[in-house]
Every structure is written in C-alpha cells, then in structure tokens.
C-alpha cells in the first residue's frame, strides 16, 4: 500500500504531471465529440444517397455519379488504417503550418468515421419494409418527406446499438494522436511514463478512464434506446 | 467504366486541390539559446531534449512531444514548430538529408551515453563495465566510433568480430530505438550503428549472441526492468530520474545537444 501511495505520488501528483492526463482528457473529449458530430453529419448524407440509388428510386445521373463517389470514398476510408489516414492529414494534405492539430484530427476522425455510420445508417433504412415506405407515397408524401417522417426515425432506433459501437470505437481510436504530438489521454500517460520510467501507473489510470467514459456512454445510450421503445408501444 | 474513371479522377483531383493549400512556411525565429522562451520546441517522446525543453514550458514555451525525432524535424521543416531539441549526431545526419535546416552554433548540454541494465542484474552490469574498459584500453571502441562519425574516417574501419568467438553465454537482448543515426539506425533491413556494433563487441567478450529489438525509445526502460530486454542501448544519457530506475554502465561516449531550425 504504501508502495502504491509513493507510486501515485509519483506519476500524477509530483510535478504536477496529474494535468498531462488532465489536458489529455480535453482532447479527447473534443476531438471524439466534434468527430462524431461530423461524422453524423457526413454519413447521414452519404446514407441517404446510396440508399436512394440502391433502392433504383432514382434515375437522376447526378445521384449516380454521387453514389459513384461516395463509394470510392467508403472504399478508400475504411481500407486504410486510421493512423496512416491521420499522418497523411498531418504531413501533407495540412502541411501548411498554421492548421491546428486538434482541427487535422477533428477532421481526420470526422471523415473516418463517417464512413462507418454512412454504412450503418444504410443497413437502418434498408431494413424498412419497402410497404412502409409505399404507404407513405400513397399518402401523397414527397420522397423526402416519407424518408425524413417515416423512414428515418423507424431506422434510427434500429441502428442506435450499431451507431453506439461506432463512438465506442471512435472514442477509442483517438488514442493514436499522440502520433501527431497531439497530447489526448494516451499520449498524455506515454508522457507521464516517459518522465517516471513506471509503465504501471499511467497506463492503467489512462484505460481507466477510457472505461469510464465508455460505461457513461453505454448507459447514456441504453437510456435512450429503453425510452424510443417505450414510444413504439 | 467511364463512370469508374470520372469519379476516380475527381477524387484525386479533389486530394491535390487540398494538397495545394499549403501555406508558406514563416521564417526562422530563434536565432540562440536565449530566444527558446515562448517558442514551440519540438522533441522526441521521453529523450534528454524532452527533459531540457521541458525546463522551458515554465517559460510559456510550447513542447510538442513526438514518437520520432524524424517526426519532430518533418513538423519543423513545414513550419509547425519553431525549433527541434536533439542529439548532435543524429541531428547532423537530419541536416545533411535536409538542406533547409541548420543547427545553431550553440552546444545545448554535454551529456555521457551509457547502456542501461535492470537493478536487479548487477552482476551483468559489472561484466559490461569489464568489457567496456577493455574495449577503451585496445582502442576498438574509438575505431568503432571513428567509423561512423568523422568525414575522413567514416566507412573506413568497421567492426568486425574476432574469429571463433565461443557463443555459449547464451543471447542478449538489447532494447534500442532504431532511428536515431548515427547510434542505431536501419541500413538495408539492417541495424546498424555505434551502439550496435558497440555492444557486438560486448558480447564477443562476454560469449553472447546479440539479439536486437527495435521499440519506441520511451519503452526502452519498461522493457529493461520488466526483463523483456536485458540492456538498453540507444544513445541514452545518464540522468537522475533514469537512475531511480534502472542501473547504467559506465559511459562509453559523450554527446551534446542542438538546437536545429530552419535556414534563413
């Protein structure tokens, strides 16, 4: 006990060091949170187009060169690790330097994720029995008034177990920030081993906190799923 | 097909276009030593030029803390940072492959490399302490040296075991972060370098093979003291927090850090 009393002093009291976790935190927190936020955003869209081609709903070519694009951009994203993805955008796409670090990483794990939801939003409305969604045609609905009442809300609730895993991943997957010097939580403890040689310590206080933030979230979205249920009834 | 080849040709299109706004690169802003306040100072994750800049981070200076010393110099060269806090070897070899950086006049801090071994292998420590001395007394270790830094000697006289070295003291495992020229870096799928060759030499007197793992430099010291290495070899400079944890050898060679930034 008094061993750990000494390492904890150590690691995160001396010198302060408890605050290269502390500003990590905030890192990750924003740059999880803008991502996916992002990430919405963008896959929403993407979803929304691919599904429309796929369901042969539309014979515009604009739609199709549109889905052509998003697919190549779904190939490219999610066959590439997301690392190598961050350091392209570090050192060449936003080589110039007065581009923020947490805006590259913003951006990089916005883009990267949205491929993932794009898919998962996809599988959501091509669940929707094709009835539901002629009813909504026959009842004089636009198409996109149909997909925005009538589809979407019904496939949102079927994706939310997939979508939560997705943040889940995300949230994870920003631990590889460090490798732009950027200091999230990992980087932040890999700091704090640097200085104290004592890998104990910091890395099991970084999962820690990586668990904790994933058990909120869990909850939060267990919360929300129990309450759409409730509403179906 | 047509259609294939039309988005293929706007993404890359679109990825160029991004590519092209770069912005310029400001020019150089440290000029000595006494201009690092309020500077962002780039350094490798965990090395000596981490613990000095770190000094200045009470001064409102930025550290910006990368995997790679290559990592920092790339931030450096696109104007991310204002300077890089390295060792003077491996920031000479920087310069040379990048004629857009200069190293400053000033010598930073003159600090002993020595290998590191876990507190609880004295025995080991002493038996490298015996090695080393013999290879000062015989001169292999200045030759080895000599080999890789100096323009007229470099090349010229590379380590080379004795015949019939018996090898049945078993392996040594040595923990090194291979890019970090000329102390240990990749040449043809190969590490090579002063501290290689210098523990080679190691080993020959103590009838060991010499088995190499390439890590990232701030795992080297978790990996001695959790046995996963038996000595750590990569450049590393005797400090005090180093010693809480680890023992060293006696040092085998001095080395000073620069300061490196952008040529006018």
Known sequence: MQGFKEDFYLNFIKDDRWRYIADGLGTTFSVTFFAAVFGIFLGFLIALVRSTVDKGGSKSVFLKVLDGICKVYLTVIRGTPAMIQLLIMYYIVFSSPNVSKQVVAILTFGLNSAAYVAEIFRSGIMSIDQGQFEAGRSLGFSYAQTMLYIITPQAFKNVLPALANEFITLLKETSICGYIALTDITHGANTIRSQTYEPYLPLLGAALIYLIIVCVLTAGVSRLERRLRTDAR | ?264
């Open chain 2, 1 to 264: 097909m047509k259609k294939v080849l039309c988005t293929g040709l706007l993404a890359v299109s679109m990825v160029l276009a991004l590519m092209g706004c770069g912005g310029s690169v400001p020019e150089n802003s440290v000029h000595s030593i006494d201009d690092l306040p309020g500077k962002t100072i780039g350094v490798q994750l965990g090395t000596t030029g981490d613990i000095f800049a770190s000094d200045y981070e009470a001064e409102g200076s930025t550290i910006e803390r990368y995997n790679k010393g290559a990592d920092a110099i790339q931030a450096l060269k696109q104007g991310k940072i204002d300077c890089v806090m390295i060792d003077e070897q491996p920031a000479i070899a920087f310069v040379e492959k990048n004629p857009d950086l200069v190293i400053l006049d000033e010598e930073f801090a003159v600090e002993e490399y020595a290998i590191c071994v876990s507190k609880e292998n004295a025995e080991l420590t002493a038996k490298i302490n015996e090695a080393l001395a013999q290879l000062k007394t015989d001169g292999t270790l200045d030759s080895i040296i000599s080999n890789y830094i100096g323009d007229e000697t470099k090349g010229k006289s590379p380590y080379e075991a004795p015949e019939g070295v018996n090898r049945s003291g078993g392996t040594l495992v040595m923990a090194t972060n291979a890019a970090f020229e000329p102390y240990e870096f990749y040449e043809s799928q190969e590490i090579v370098g002063i501290d290689v060759d210098m523990a080679r030499a190691v080993c020959d007197i103590l009838g060991m093979e010499l088995v190499i793992e390439d890590m990232e430099f701030d795992a080297i010291i978790n990996a001695v003291t959790s046995g996963k290495a038996d000595i750590g070899v990569a450049g590393m400079t005797i400090t005090e927090d180093r010693l809480q944890s680890v023992d060293f050898s006696d040092p085998y060679t001095t080395a000073t850090q620069v300061i490196v930034v952008r040529g006018e």
